[in-house]
Nanobody, 126 residues
Framework: VQLQASGGGLVQAGESLRLSCTTSGGTFRNWHMGWFRQAPGKEREFVAGIRRSGDVTYYGDYVRGRFTISRLNYQNTLYLQMNSLKPEDTAVYYC????????????????????WGKGTQVTVSS
């Protein structure tokens, strides 16, 4: 199973970016998916998650109302639309997949995700 995140870049505060995560080697529609980020010197933190069916989403408090997670199962692709970006959103963003049956409880727990992609850098200047 391989995951590949893309779409990062350098933007100014208030601008938008859309990240994509493509998958291969598995059955995308069977996985719950998440986005995490890690800034220099900080622990990896949960950004957003989405159930395999796409009907339920979860967000970290610091991005709720600005970021939107979505997925297209027929294209094996996960998205993260990021609006109103702030300098504190600067980090490497990772997509991850899990098949845990307890997703509604553990969606923000990095240890529950068995597959991770290489990250994409997002830098927001002030």
């Amino acid at each position: 199973v391989q995951l590949q995140a893309s779409g990062g870049g350098l933007v100014q505060a208030g601008e938008s970016l859309r990240l994509s995560c493509t998958t291969s080697g598995g059955t995308f529609r069977n996985w719950h998916m998440g986005w995490f980020r890690q800034a220099p010197g900080k622990e990896r933190e949960f950004v957003a998650g989405i159930r395999r069916s796409g009907d339920v989403t979860y967000y970290g408090d610091y991005v709720r109302g600005r970021f939107t997670i979505s997925r297209l199962n027929y294209q094996n692709t996960l998205y993260l639309q990021m609006n109103s970006l702030k300098p504190e959103d600067t980090a490497v963003y990772y997509c991850a997949a899990t098949s845990t049956a307890s997703y509604s409880v553990y969606y923000s727990n990095t240890e529950m995700y068995g597959y991770w992609g290489k990250g994409t850098q997002v830098t927001v200047s002030s």
